[in-house]
């Protein structure tokens, strides 16, 4: 089991420019979660998606879009990037359920400056 | 009254002591915890977890205490190694909102030999 993989790891953009990151998960998890992670900062959701084709908006989602076309990737789009979307993006999933934990699994990160 | 401790950004221990972070939580309404730590240029990884029916939950080396009278929760660790140093970041959950988590603002951990 590879877990949660995100890639690209590090990317530098120009403003104005887009890109996608991708999260893939190999653990059959229902939900899936983009955060952006400032720093000393904690982590702050941007989507999450409670299943295939289902996307929603989190705590911070302005300039960003995502899709959940199939149920083991989720992916992050940015249409005009400005640098105040320099961070670091975390993708986690996790199995919900009565009685389950809602632990998170997270991904390794993706490193993205905007100059 | 009762003596909660504060949450602090940075703690710094002796290898070998105790130590304890605290994080007070927001929503009197979350019904599940998570304790999570967090290493350099890493993705947070789940330590231990406690629902909130409980109050002390015991792992290896690990403890934590949930006081929901004044919503407030405790990491202990024991013995604290080298490599215990990191970012722990407590989480709190209520059931039915789509295992969305609400992250604290974290607490660094080092840990001198």
């Known amino acids: 089991n590879a877990g949660v993989t995100q890639t690209p790891k590090f990317r530098v953009l120009k403003t104005g420019q887009s890109m996608t990151l991708l999260c893939a998960q190999d653990m059959n998890h229902e939900y899936m979660y983009w955060y952006r992670q400032d720093p000393g900062m904690g982590l702050r959701l941007i989507h999450y998606s409670v299943g295939e084709g289902t996307t929603a908006k989190g705590e911070v989602p302005d300039g960003y879009n995502v899709s959940r076309l199939k149920k083991q990737n989720f992916l992050l789009g940015l249409e005009s990037a400005a640098p105040s979307q320099t961070s670091v993006y975390f993708c986690a999933s996790s199995y919900p359920g009565q009685g389950v934990t809602y632990e998170q699994y997270f991904g390794p990160g993706t490193r993205l400056t905007v100059t | 009254g009762e003596s909660v401790g504060l949450h602090l950004p940075t703690l710094s221990v002796q290898e070998g002591d105790n130590s304890i972070i605290n994080c007070a939580y927001s929503?009197?309404?979350?019904?599940?915890f998570i304790w999570y730590k967090q290493e350099s240029g890493k993705g947070p990884q789940f330590i231990i977890d406690?629902?909130?029916?409980?109050d002390k939950r015991q792992g290896q080396r690990v403890t934590v205490l949930l006081n929901k009278t004044v919503k407030h929760l405790s990491l202990q660790i024991a013995a604290t190694q080298p490599g215990d140093s990191a970012v722990y970041f407590c989480a709190e959950n209520f059931n039915t909102n789509a295992g969305k988590s609400t992250f604290g603002d974290g607490t660094t951990l080092t840990v001198k030999p």
């Open positions: 406690i629902r909130s029916n409980m």
């Open positions: 929503n009197s309404a979350s019904d599940y």
